[in-house]
């Protein structure tokens, strides 16, 4: 107030001048407002500052937030240039939930996530479908196909009246039955009732021959090579041979299914027994069984049975196939007259009805041979059933 009043004294002075112009006014309104500033800073006790000096601060003020923003940036900017660094040299480090998506693009879970916390129903994008057996079109409850070959009624019915006899049966005391002891032939009748013709029937095998004129029908032959193989049933070594080979007798035509061994004979001569009979099991086509017998006394050796002595199996119940197709017309004399008459089963369940052909002519095998037959089964025979009052053609 006090630089007013003599502003305004010094213009009564000089008898208060006119103005010339208007510019002029608004300088000394500057003036006057300016020092009307200067005086209530006075008055509050804070000077007051320059306006180019309040243009400084704030021009200085602004530049600080400009510096410390692009601070702000430039340590961002370092520390994505650190963190990149680091996932380049250690990539297992990463959290699974940053890991790089698979190869197809599909998203990986997070490693918190147990596998157990999966509903049931809940599966991998990239897992694949599990497998079946079952076909689309498959009717479930369709039987299954037959392995048996087509138009083969024979091996249809494989033997389906002596599954006791052709399946490979372990040997040892669990073994059902047995050619001695408590499982021995006395006691097979008494093991399952469906073997009672063992003990009951009336015309069982093997029986004993007298050597006299025989009247049976000749057979017709027609063996070729087949692909076969040996097992150890757990009672003898069998030879199965694929279809093929046949007999006929009469008017019925019997094809060869499998061959096995005995030692010593089953079938007796005038009361003699062989160290070896080779019994051949035919079938014809309503399941009526055939077997010829061929006995084989200790002499000249046997290639074929040589063969398949040497091709035993190691293990009980294991196939061993063949190299080369075998003949088993080799296992035959040249001579093939037969004595004939009807009988059964040798072995259990002792099925009657089966027609048996025993070879008059007799062949060998060496010592050695049969007595490699015989570490395996020292005894594996039935003993000669009574006759009866069959005739032996």
């Not at 002029?24 to 005086?39: I, N, P, R, S, Y």
């Not at 005038?270 to 019994?279: D, I, M, T």
């Not at 086509?285 to 040589?306: F, M, N, Q, R, W």
């Not at 490699?372 to 000669?384: C, I, K, T």
Request: proline letters at 9%; hydrophobic letters at 30%; aromatic letters at 4%.
């Amino acid at each position: 107030m006090l630089s007013v009043a003599l502003v305004a004294c010094a213009m009564a002075a000089t008898g208060c001048e006119q103005i010339k112009s208007l510019s002029k006014v608004h300088e000394l309104e500057g003036k006057v407002d300016a020092l009307t500033t200067q005086m209530a800073a006075l008055s509050e006790g804070k000077p007051d500052k320059k306006p180019d000096e309040k243009k400084a601060e704030a021009k200085k003020a602004d530049e600080k937030k400009v510096d410390e923003k692009k601070a702000d940036e430039k340590k961002a900017d370092e520390k994505k240039a650190d963190e990149k660094k680091i996932d380049e040299k250690k990539p297992d480090d990463k959290k699974p939930e940053d890991s790089v998506a698979k190869a197809d693009d599909k998203p990986v879970e997070k490693a918190d996530k147990k596998p157990d916390d999966k509903k049931p129903d809940d599966k991998k994008p990239d897992e694949p479908e599990a497998k079946t057996d079952a076909k689309p079109d498959a009717d479930p409850q369709a039987k299954p196909a037959s392995k048996k070959p087509a138009g083969d009624p024979a091996l249809a019915r494989l033997l389906a009246v002596v599954a006791e006899n052709t399946k490979a049966k372990p040997t040892g005391p669990g073994n059902r039955w047995s050619y001695d002891g408590k499982t021995g032939p006395a006691a097979w009748s008494s093991i399952d009732p469906a073997w009672a013709a063992c003990n009951a029937g009336k015309s069982q095998s093997p029986v004993d021959i007298e050597p006299r004129a025989g009247t049976a029908s000749p057979i017709e032959f027609t063996y070729k090579p087949t692909p076969a193989a040996v097992i150890d049933t757990g009672h003898s070594l069998q030879l199965n041979v694929q279809p093929g080979s046949e007999i006929e007798i009469g008017d019925t035509v019997y094809q060869l299914v499998q061959v096995h061994f005995h030692t010593p004979s089953e079938h007796t001569i005038a009361g003699e027994h062989y160290p070896l009979e080779v019994q051949l099991v035919h079938q014809d086509g309503t399941g009526k069984l055939a077997i010829l017998s061929v006995l084989y006394d200790s002499g000249a050796e046997s290639k074929p049975l040589g063969q398949l002595w040497s091709a035993w199996p190691h293990k009980v119940g294991v196939a061993t196939k063949l190299g080369k197709p075998f003949d088993p017309s080799e296992l035959l004399p040249e001579t093939r007259t037969v004595f004939r008459y009807t009988g059964s089963l040798t072995t259990p369940p002792c099925t009657e009805g089966v027609v048996w052909s025993v070879m008059r002519r007799t062949l060998s095998d060496s010592k050695a041979h049969l007595a490699a037959f015989a570490s395996h089964y020292p005894h594996n025979a039935r003993e000669v059933q009574p006759l009866g009052d069959r005739k032996i053609e």
